[in-house]
């Protein structure tokens, strides 16, 4: 009687640890969704402002035409990327921001549309966005390596390959020239 009292006592202990680190990793994995959502919302708001700076542009820089182009192409590109996956969204997002730093860069060209009230102001609203997204990608990262850690570590690992828990990808940029944030100081 005694053997059997035992044997479940183990049995209820290894259930109830099963159920904690499955509890674990469900909380991990949410983590990291809402942290790739406050990437997401940062990104949108980045979007909007992109048709409003090529309006301010081009009333200033009218040859400027195949730039401003390429930034709507380049804004287009980043919506089409599938939800989900993380490595196709920082390489789009990495070549929107390069086309970005070269639009602000006009205004050193044209000092009518860098003295633009407008133009400032969208340059203002464009820093602290990317101020932003800074902040939503380091917290999206820690999130990532948080879940990666549990998936990867035993015995946290066993109880995630049997239900289908994976490691996250970072959001990180492949390129070492996409990884500089346009400047947006004058």
Avoid: C
Avoid at 72 to 93: C, F, I, S
Avoid at 94 to 108: M, N
């Amino acid at each position: 009687m005694s053997v059997i009292i035992v044997l479940g006592a183990v049995v209820l202990v290894v259930g109830l640890w099963l159920v904690l680190i499955y509890n674990g990793l469900v909380k991990a994995r949410q983590v990291k969704e809402e942290a790739w959502s406050g990437i997401d919302v940062q990104l949108k708001r980045r979007a909007d402002l992109i048709p409003n700076l090529v309006e301010t542009v081009k009333g200033y820089a009218a040859h400027e035409k195949e730039t401003l182009a390429e930034l709507v192409e380049l804004r287009n590109r980043v919506q089409a990327v599938a939800p989900g996956d993380v490595a196709g969204r920082a390489a789009a997002e990495g070549l929107l921001s390069q086309a970005l730093g070269r639009i602000v860069a006009l205004a050193e060209a044209y000092p009518d549309l860098k003295a633009s009230q407008n133009f400032a102001a969208l340059q203002d609203s464009l820093q602290a966005v990317e101020d932003d997204l800074q902040m939503a990608r380091r917290y999206y990262n820690g999130a990532a390596r948080d879940l990666n850690v549990r998936v990867e570590s035993f015995p946290s690992n066993l109880v995630a390959g049997s239900f289908g828990f994976a490691k996250a990808a970072y959001f990180e940029v492949a390129n070492p020239a996409d990884r500089a944030v346009p400047s947006v100081k004058f």
